[in-house]
């Protein structure tokens, strides 16, 4: 059927806040699974990140659509004994509480699998169940500084941070795709696992270019802003009327295309610094003020043109409300607590068509219906 969603029928019981945890759990919602988030009486903090949407933060509304909320406070005798029958019925259960605290409640994940068989644990942390950074605070920033990847980021006078969440997003997309595989291997054996993932590890797994670069050759890539690292050209160059262009060469034979169609000189791969890629890395402030004379001479349009003659990659750095009219992006509307917000789509594009996603729940907004649902 149009927009069919294959996880309908699961139950997810989702003890989350922030983005890595409610990341996974959103998009078990998105695919059709029953979510339950459980929130403190003064709800996940991510709901007070901002105001942008509609009195609604943007983090929350992007991670929480479909969602039920209920207020809980385990430490009292009756929820907590409220959120062991939830469980029970359960098909996944997933926390990011602080290190320990789902455990202390009596929530651990090898104790809830002994109780329920069938049942699949997530727990998220920021650097992992052991070692010494264990018990550490892990927020994005945080780990985008452990990881290393600020060092990578940014330009020659300093490393930068990458403008999105990214650490938090991975971890959230690692967690979904464990948590698809093990419901594939629970129709095969009748049996849940658990499945830990940390900010940190997501982080150090997108991290491997540089790390083996680094271990290979005794140096670590180069911040170079808004160009590649061991690519040459491969840069962002400003046209005449004060374009920035991103310009992508990554072979020889495309190289000589943009000599010829672009600088329209074609004999330039044969001069000493720019005949092949090693040289042009080797020379690149002389090789890309070079390119960056011919931009800077030429519109955008004729700039653009060009790179089409050239079949050169190339792209526009745009800024946000250039992105807000790109023709490439999809968008879906959300129902919200202030009314209707417009997000980008989710990336996967299905061939039965797009799917229904669900409202995003003010604070406590099913509290009474699942007290009455799992009552003793």
Known sequence: ??????????????????VAAPYCAGRLADAGARVIKIE?????FARGYDASAKGSSSYFVWLNRGKESVILDIKQAEDLA?????VAKADVFIQNLAPGAAARAGFGSADLRAQHPRLITVDISGYGETGEYAGMKAYDLLVQAESGLCSVTGRP?????????????????????????????????GRGKGIAVSL??????????PLVYYEGTGKAPARVGLAHPSICPYSAFETADGTPVLISIQNEREWADFCVHFLREP??????GFRSNVERVANRPMVDAHIAAVFAALSREECAARLKAARTAFGFVNDLAAFAQHPALRRVTLETPGGPVSLAAPAPVFSDGPRDLGPVPALGAHTASIRAEFAA
């Open 82 to 86: 409220l959120l062991r029958r939830m």
């Open 267 to 272: 004999d330039l791969p044969q001069h000493e």
């Open 200 to 209: 940190f590890d997501g982080m150090a797994d997108w991290m491997n270019v």
């Open 1 to 18: 059927m149009p927009g069919s969603k294959p996880l309908a029928g699961l139950l997810v019981i989702s003890m989350e806040q922030a």
């Open 40 to 44: 403190r009486a003064e709800g996940d």
């Open 157 to 189: 006078e300093g490393p930068g941070r990458v403008g999105v969440s990214v650490c938090d997003i991975a971890c959230g997309m690692n967690a979904y795709s464990a948590v698809l595989e093990a419901l594939i291997e629970r129709g095969i054996t």
